[in-house]
Nanobody, 118 residues
């Protein structure tokens, strides 16, 4: 069984920064690996959208709405992924979810709230 646990959400003023972190834990001993890791977000009344992804080799990709402001990175040894968010805007307010393609299947975290005040 694999679990993803997010941390780092909170309340920040527009123009501020936050860093989200996500750690994968495995409760069984097996040949475990993670391919793509991603951050999604879902604002109230809206569909969940892909914010950023990073391949196992570290190649990032971003939604147009966050390019130049967000940076995704991962540590394969620690099975973690981070999202550095700069110059935050009120429209970035959402619940942010960590997602990963693992050798045990696709896994989602429970989400962490990010609120940006104007």
């Amino acid at each position: 069984q694999v679990q993803l646990v997010e941390s780092g959400g909170g309340l920040v003023q527009a123009g501020g920064s936050l860093t989200l972190s996500c750690a994968a834990s495995v409760s069984i001993f097996s040949l475990f690996s993670i391919d793509f890791m991603r951050w999604y977000r879902q604002a109230p009344g809206q569909q969940r959208e892909l914010v950023a992804s990073v391949s196992r080799r570290g190649r990032p990709a971003y939604a147009d709405s966050v390019k130049g402001r967000f940076a995704i990175s991962r540590d394969n040894d620690k099975n973690t992924v981070s999202l550095q968010m700069n110059n935050l805007k009120p429209e970035d307010t959402a619940v942010y979810y960590c997602n990963a393609d693992t050798s045990l299947g696709q896994v989602w975290g429970r989400g962490t709230q990010v609120t940006v005040s104007s």
